[in-house]
């Protein structure tokens, strides 16, 4: 049984000529207990992915499935409530609310579900010691260091007891030894069985991760399962090689990653030759538009 | 449900905190609308209160008779305790009037109410804030005031310059509280000071009756001074205990027949001109009140603006509540009570105003405000009403803001 499903996802943004393809019938099934790094350049649609999958954001087209509910088409109200109990943000610039005390910004998500403020307290005190940082509990986010605030919007995503915790970027904003103790914490919350899924430009992280999935422009170009411990092999070919490149690719940080790839032609290319001789109905208009350019 | 209610309250009060400034701007208008609402009505029921409690002290079964006739619809003019308002009305009653009225049956005391004009000299000072009128020795009686030094003119005096005047006029002419002896001039004749009266009450918006600019002369050396031209404006009457409805009715008849059958005057029972001019001062108060109503409406409308800009700077803030599971209703209700906190805050700080307003004003003017308890609930009510009203808009645009939209915005 698979905790996420998406099936032929698209994300359209914007209208007429202006319209952009964030997603582009993606397709992603994660099973429960996995630790999923997403790469890929900016703007590949690596955080409209997270979002959909966050219920953030609703699929233009496709289904998304989670834990066997279909959940693409829900009302506002429903998708706050799923994100209330089931899914944790993590976020690059950790997302605290400045006026609250690091407790209380930890004890949100309960406050949402209708806790007693001294339950709600005593929950978030306990998440906030199991991060390591319950001695700061009544700091403001602006008293605390950058690890700290990450570790504890950690234990906010936490709080809830989630099956999936979404982590965009989470050590973005970091320096190495934060990023060091960010990871470490999420690998200890993987080992208790939770669903990871979270975002990085630094192939250095995959190591951490079981799963590594790339994208670029708006598709899954290439998934590979690894190892704890080990850094992804493409990742560490976009690492390691001495990158060939050409000044444009290298403006928009794709190149590393491009020429360190399994096969020379992308996948995502073959399919969009397949597209294009037998458009989908309803991507007629925005493939139409991009034959034209090409 | 109700942990998270109070959740927000805290979130609403320590929003409404950490923007003091901003709140205390956004709450003015609200201070400002319940407060002046408060006062108006307050100061107006003061003034009503202040009103029949002179009547009161008048004595209800007083009796006033007024040359031409009194339309019972001109309220103000027909007010038994604004005495000198009569002057606008035209005609006089003569002397003879003045005896007849004396002489009715039933009819205890009475004292006429001369106006003279003039300009009234003492050792180089002039006076023209008073006036002088000229009455006889019932009137201390008839007004329930008493003379504070001195005494008041008496049977014997009729004939003589002798004069006793109010406490504003000692002070004002003679410049000393008790100036008895001292003489002045007037109309080319000198008058020497007999008496002075107790401090009259006065009641504000009827300027002109206070009796303490007013120095008081037999009635006859006041007709003769003016050659019977001084017109007597009125004259008071007291009857015998509770026949004040009869006497007055005899007083009419008998004035009647010896104006040849003509009523170019009227006779008014003491307390029944209050009924009309309090209705045209509930009307005023109302009017008033309805106008400082509108600075309400204009408080609301600054919550409204300030909430707006409040919700487009914490958008972020927004996005990361909707992120970790607020649900639309949860986010409205958090700025609705953010709104209803502040309108609410500047109602209770208009009320308290209004109390220290009153505290003021009772100290240091002659107004007598008087807050009454419905007025400051409904205030309190509408205050709340608007925070609720104006409140939604921000509320609404907030609950119903795209997370991912919002949680970009910084």
Known sequence: MALIELKD???????????????????????????????????????TLMNVIGLLDRPSHGTYSLSDKAVARLRPNNAAKIRRDTIGFIFQSFNLLPRLTALENVALPLTYKGLSVQKRLKRASQMLDRVGIQSREYFLPSQLSGGQAQCAA???????????????????????ES?????????DIHKMGNTILFVTHNPELTRYATRVVYMHDGSIIHDEKTTIGRVAITARRALYSQPQTNEEDDLAGVSSLMKALPSKTPKRKKRASKVAAKPVKRHKKVIAARSKKS | ????????????????????LRSFWTMLGIIIGVTSVIMVVAIGEGIKQQISGQIHHMGKD??????????????????????????????????????????????????????????????????????????????????????????????????????????????????EDVPLGRSFTFQGQKFIVRGIFNKFNTTPLSEQADFNNAIFIPNDVAESISKNTAPTYEILVKANDGQTAQVASSIES?????????????????NKGVGSSDDILNLLTRLIAGVAAISLLVGG???????????????HEIG?????????????????????????????????????????????????????????????????LVGIIFGSVPALKAARKDPIEALRSE
């Open chain 1, 179 to 187: 990023s060091r103790l960010v990871m470490e914490l999420l690998a």
């Open chain 2, 301 to 315: 409308i600054g919550i409204m603006n300030v909430m707006l800009v409040s919700v487009a700077e914490r958008m």
């Open chain 2, 62 to 175: 007083l009796i006033t008779v007024r040359p031409a006739q009194l339309h019972g619809s001109t309220g103000l003019s027909s007010n038994g305790a604004n005495l000198l308002s009569g002057l606008n009305i035209s005609g006089s009653l003569s002397e003879k009037d003045v005896t007849t009225v004396s002489r009715s049956k039933g009819v205890t005391a009475s004292a006429p109410l001369t106006i003279t004009t003039g300009s009234i000299k003492s050792e180089g000072v002039t006076y023209d804030k008073g006036f002088v009128i000229g009455t006889s020795e019932d009137l201390p009686s008839l007004l329930n005031q008493s003379v504070e030094f001195g005494a008041f003119i008496t049977y014997n005096d009729v004939g003589s310059n002798v004069a006793v005047v109010g406490q504003k006029v000692a002070r004002d002419l003679f410049n």
């Open chain 2, 1 to 20: 449900m109700k942990s998270l209610t109070r959740g927000h309250l805290k979130a609403g009060v320590s929003s409404v905190r950490s923007a003091k």
């Open chain 1, 154 to 176: 950690i234990a906010r995503a936490l709080v809830n007891n989630p099956k999936l915790i979404i982590a965009d970027e989470p050590t973005g904003n970091l320096d190495s």
């Open chain 2, 254 to 270: 008998a004035l009647k027949k010896s104006h040849g059958g003509q009523t170019n005057f009227s006779v008014v029972e003491g």
């Open chain 1, 9 to 47: 996802v698209s994300k359209l943004y914007g209208f007429g000529d202006a319209t952009t393809l964030a997603l582009d019938e993606v397709n992603l099934t994660i099973e429960k207990g996995e630790f999923v790094a997403v790469m890929g350049p900016s703007g590949c649609g690596k955080s």
């Open chain 2, 320 to 384: 990361i509540r909707k992120a970790v599971g607020a649900t639309n209703r949860q986010i409205l209700s958090q700025f609705m009570i953010e709104a209803t906190v502040l309108s609410l805050a500047g109602g209770v700080i208009g009320i308290a105003l209004s109390f220290f307003l009153n505290l003021m004003l009772r100290l240091t003017t002659d107004l007598k405000p008087v807050i009454s308890w419905p007025v400051v609930i409904i205030a309190t009510g509408v205050s709340l």
